[in-house]
């Protein structure tokens, strides 16, 4: 479809028109950039403060929410808890009950060696 030279003027009169606020806003092409930079009241703001420098927590923070980081650290636990309850089934062992296979809590078996290890000293006492 070909324009009339009269509808191709109206068509470029848009662009031609002048950039200031009132005539953007009027025709609904105000850039939200200018709407940062103006005060409700209308007045100019500075513009916006540059990225402050991340602290040392926020980076720690940043860094423990990678994937690698979260799997290395799943990986770790996971040692750790198989090294705590390795003692305490070393503990259990040594440990006098009846009867001898009865599973026992990590309390239980805190509570026990306790009582055992005190009843130890008596008999060397006497």
């Known amino acids: 479809m070909m324009l009339s030279p009269d509808q191709a003027a109206d068509s470029d009169q848009p662009s031609s028109a002048p950039s ?11 850039s939200c950039c200018a709407s940062d930079l103006e005060a ?7 513009p916006p403060h540059p990225p402050q420098p ?11 929410a990678t994937a690698k980081y ?9 040692i750790r808890v198989e090294a705590f309850n390795l003692a305490f ?3 259990r ?3 006098p009950t009846l009867p001898p296979d009865k599973k026992l809590s ?10 055992y290890i005190s009843y130890l ?3 060397l006492d006497v």
């Open 93 to 95: 062992k040594l440990l």
């Open 54 to 64: 991340l602290s040392r927590e926020e980076k720690r923070r940043r860094r423990r």
């Open 20 to 30: 200031d606020p009132e005539s953007l806003e009027a025709r609904g092409l105000r």
């Open 89 to 91: 089934a070393e503990l």
């Open 121 to 123: 000293n008596h008999v």
């Open 40 to 46: 409700p009241d209308g007045e100019a703001r500075p």
């Open 70 to 78: 979260r799997s290395a650290h799943a990986t770790r636990e996971r």
């Open 106 to 115: 990590k309390i239980e078996i805190l509570r026990l060696a306790i009582c």
